[in-house]
């Protein structure tokens, strides 16, 4: 691994594969990051409901999903547009560097996503950007 981010994306595979994995049993349910910040309030609704959770009383539209948090409250770089949020890092990374961070990926057999896309493989997103596989650590 050449660079910082190859590293930092490498411990995230080890962090997060477990969990990916474990995902598959029944008795778990795995919220995408990226479902939940394209459309919260649905996904909320949908995994409260499958959780069999009372919210009588809970307006779920009183709630300003769109607030951001306090981590980024003063970013200017904070985008409006879900999409935009998580597509941006895409606009900061060539070809050289997404094959490099798909290399990572396929080498600890991560399947649910590519490192050309901002969204998991199981969620409809938006585009794929191309890119080839041939780069090698």
Not at 122 to 133: A, M, T
Request: net charge negative.
């Amino acid at each position: 691994m050449q660079t910082r981010l190859e590293q930092q994306i490498a411990l995230w595979c080890i962090d997060n594969i477990p969990l990916i994995e474990h995902s598959k049993a029944k008795d778990w349910v795995m919220i995408h990051y990226e479902r939940l910040v394209s459309n919260p309030k649905a996904i909320l609704k949908e995994k409260i409901d499958l959780c069999g959770i009372p919210i009588e009383g809970i307006d779920l539209n009183s709630i300003d999903f769109g607030k951001a948090s306090r981590s980024v409250f003063f970013r200017e770089d904070l985008k409006s547009n879900p999409s935009e949020q998580l597509e941006k890092f895409l606009l900061n990374l060539d070809d050289e560097t997404l094959n490099r961070i798909q290399i990572i990926f396929d080498y600890f057999g991560l399947q649910v996503y590519r490192a050309d896309n901002a969204y998991p493989l199981s969620y409809d997103s938006p585009r794929p950007l191309g890119f080839n596989n041939n780069t090698s650590f």
